[in-house]
């Protein structure tokens, strides 16, 4: 069975502090790594993806994969209210061909 | 560009009827995904298809779901007899192609409730 864990939270963060989001992951096949935002009561949204070991950095959000320790992360630099959603780590699995979703992380930035 | 559209948006059935969900996915997407995700849960993918053929339908219970993609374009998922622990919300996902390079969009979702 195919995990990626994360913490359900919720996680609060005062606004303009940095968010930090974390998950693992069991299969060490997979390949590419996302992360979704999902407001509630609505659809998830992609905000970053990462493929290669190292940081990605989009705006204010920044992306870390350590592979040989099958961690992916998520940085939110400056939070705002705004980016008060559920986070969902996902990993795709070349071998299943299928995409594996976390649980979600709820974040709550306190104004 | 007009994104994933999916109907009903909320349904309400008593346990053991039929219900059937439709999407339309992105224009040009080729690969289409129906996920189910519960409450406090993740989505969890049920069938995908690659254009009219289905590439993985794995987690999908046979036994009362089934699902179809006419002509590689719209497609239909269908719970027959629906059991309590079926209430969640279905997601149509569409992406360009079957690779984990590409992105999958989302729609709206419907949100299904057996009494």
């Known amino acids: 069975q195919k995990e990626v864990e994360q913490n359900s939270g919720p996680l609060s963060v005062p606004e303009g502090a940095i968010a930090s989001l974390n998950c693992t992951y069991s299969d060490r096949g997979s390949q590419s790594f996302f992360w979704y935002r999902q407001y509630s009561g609505k659809s998830p949204e992609l905000i970053m993806s990462i493929y290669s070991n190292g940081d990605k950095e989009d705006g204010r959000f920044t992306a870390q994969l350590n592979k040989a320790s099958q961690y992916v992360s998520l940085l939110i630099r400056d939070s705002q209210p705004s980016d008060s959603a559920t986070y969902l780590c996902?990993?795709?699995?070349?071998?299943?061909?299928?995409?594996?979703f976390g649980s979600g992380t709820q974040l709550t930035v306190l104004p | 560009e007009a994104g994933v559209a999916q109907s009903p948006r909320y349904k309400i059935i008593e346990k053991r009827q039929s219900v059937a969900f439709w999407c339309n996915p992105i224009?040009?997407?080729?690969?289409l995904y129906w996920y189910q995700q519960i409450l406090g849960q993740g989505p969890k993918l049920l069938i995908q298809f690659q254009n009219n053929g289905v590439v993985d339908d794995s987690q999908l219970p046979k036994d009362r779901f089934s699902a179809e993609r006419l002509k590689g374009v719209d497609s239909t998922l269908k719970i027959q007899p629906a059991k309590l622990e079926d209430s969640a919300v279905y997601l149509c996902?569409?992406?360009?192609?079957?690779?984990?390079?590409?992105?999958?969009?989302f729609g709206p979702g419907t949100r299904l409730t057996v009494l």
């Open positions: 224009s040009g997407h080729a690969t």
């Open positions: 996902a569409s992406s360009w192609g079957t690779s984990g390079l590409n992105e999958q969009f």
């Open positions: 996902a990993a795709y699995s070349g071998s299943a061909r299928q995409l594996t």
